[in-house]
C-alpha cells in the first residue's frame, strides 16, 4: 500500500538544524508538486512550503530565509532544511501531494522540538 513517510525530526536548541525527509511514491513520475505542513500540540494543522514539479518554491512568511524545500527526483524523495530554529517551530511535520496530487492518507509525520 502507497504510504507517505516522513523522518529526520528530533530535539534540537534554538539555532539548531535539522533536515526531514519524506517519501512520496510516484511524485514525480506524474509530474507532482509536494507540501509541507506542521502541526503544533493544540493547534490546526498549517502550510508550510511548497515546491512545484517546475522546481519553484514557496513559504509561509514565518520560516522564509530559514528553511529550504527541495527533492530528489530519482527517490521520489522532498526535503525541508531547516536551519536558525525557533520554538515556536516546535510541532508534528508532515508532507503531502501538491495541488492535484493529494494522497489520500497522511503519513505519521515527524516531531520536531526546539528548545531554549
Known amino acids: 500500500q502507497v504510504q507517505l513517510v516522513e523522518s529526520g525530526g528530533g530535539s534540537v536548541q534554538t539555532g539548531g538544524s535539522l533536515r526531514l525527509s519524506c517519501t512520496a511514491p510516484?511524485?514525480?513520475?506524474?509530474?507532482?508538486?509536494m507540501d509541507w505542513f506542521r502541526q503544533a500540540a493544540g493547534k490546526q494543522r498549517e502550510w508550510v512550503s511548497s515546491i512545484s514539479s517546475d522546481g519553484s518554491t514557496s513559504y509561509v512568511d514565518s520560516v522564509k530565509g530559514r528553511f529550504t524545500v527541495s527533492t530528489d527526483n530519482h527517490k521520489d524523495t522532498v526535503y525541508l532544511q531547516m536551519n536558525n530554529l525557533k520554538p515556536e517551530d516546535t510541532a508534528m511535520y508532515y508532507c503531502?501531494?501538491?495541488?492535484?496530487?493529494?494522497?489520500?492518507?497522511w503519513g505519521q509525520g515527524t516531531q520536531v522540538t526546539v528548545s531554549s
Open positions: 510516484g511524485f514525480t513520475s506524474h509530474n507532482c508538486g
Open positions: 503531502q501531494g501538491g495541488g492535484r496530487c493529494r494522497y489520500r492518507y
